[in-house]
């Protein structure tokens, strides 16, 4: 059974439609990238599935429960969903520990320790434990971004333009690596990017959003050929 599934979803700033009528599910071990220009209600789209927007009309379901419908929504923080930002946005007053303790839910302290632990090995963070986000590279702190969502144990994993802020030397190498972890996790993932090279490299599939409404979902290899 697929971990998302959004059914025809609306949401509307005013009069103006910035998601308008989406349909979309996502499986675990997929990578499905959502890409299109600038406004067409990518950033949205996501904000609607973390709760950070409250939807106007349609579903959303995770791992089969209903997350939110007209009138019904949980809260963020009770969402099965980790986000990582372009800005990371890590806390620049926390250590890397202290960061991706952060983001669990409520458990045993012994629990929460051992989990932060374990991430940080399997991000290779293990020696940064207690060094401060601006003490490490573009690529440490966006693994420590990583890591900070997956402390939530969630069901769908959400990245906003991840990549948009390294520079065009560090982003391959970055990227790749975040790839591979986060297929490694096999938790089901929705990348926003405005890029489509991009997506065509890193998606299992591509969905083509404009104007609040996906145009075209498909795997990258049937999108080169039927563009
Ligand atoms: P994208 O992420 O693809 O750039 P957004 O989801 O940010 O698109 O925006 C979709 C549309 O909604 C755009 O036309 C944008 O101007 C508008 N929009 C986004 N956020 C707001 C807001 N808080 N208030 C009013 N309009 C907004
Ligand atoms: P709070 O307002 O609870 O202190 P934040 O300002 O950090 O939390 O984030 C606001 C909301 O965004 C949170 O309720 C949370 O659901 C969501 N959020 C922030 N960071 C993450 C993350 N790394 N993974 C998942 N959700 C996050």
Do not use: W
Not at 9 to 32: C, D, F, K, T
Not at 64 to 82: H, I, K, T, Y
Not at 84 to 111: C, K, W, Y
């Amino acid at each position: 059974t697929p971990s998302v599934v959004l059914t025809d979803i609306v949401h509307r700033y005013g009069a103006h439609r910035a998601v308008n009528g989406v349909s979309l599910a996502v499986e675990s071990r997929e990578i499905l990238c959502v890409v299109g220009p600038s406004g067409c209600g990518k950033s949205t789209l996501l904000r609607l599935i973390s709760g950070l927007e409250t939807l106007q009309q349609g579903t959303i379901a995770v791992g089969g429960r209903v997350l939110a419908a007209p009138g019904q929504s949980l809260p963020p923080e009770r969402r099965p969903v980790g986000m990582m930002f372009q800005d990371f946005a890590l806390f620049p007053h926390m250590t890397v520990s202290g960061n991706i303790a952060f983001g669990q839910t409520d458990r045993p302290r012994a629990e929460r320790q051992k989990r932060v632990a374990a991430l940080l090995e399997s991000m290779a963070l293990t020696r940064y434990a207690d060094a401060y986000p601006h003490t490490l590279s573009g690529g440490q702190q966006q693994r420590v971004a990583l890591a900070r969502a997956l402390a939530r144990d969630p069901q769908v994993l959400l990245l906003d333009e991840p990549f948009s802020a390294l520079d065009e030397q560090l982003r391959r190498s970055v990227r790749d690596e975040v790839v591979r972890l986060i297929r490694a996790t096999g938790i089901a993932t929705i990348v926003v990017t405005h890029d489509p090279e991009e997506a065509m490299e890193i998606g299992s599939r591509v969905a083509v959003m404009d104007g609040g409404q996906l145009v075209q979902t498909d795997t990258p290899l049937a999108l080169y050929r039927n563009p």
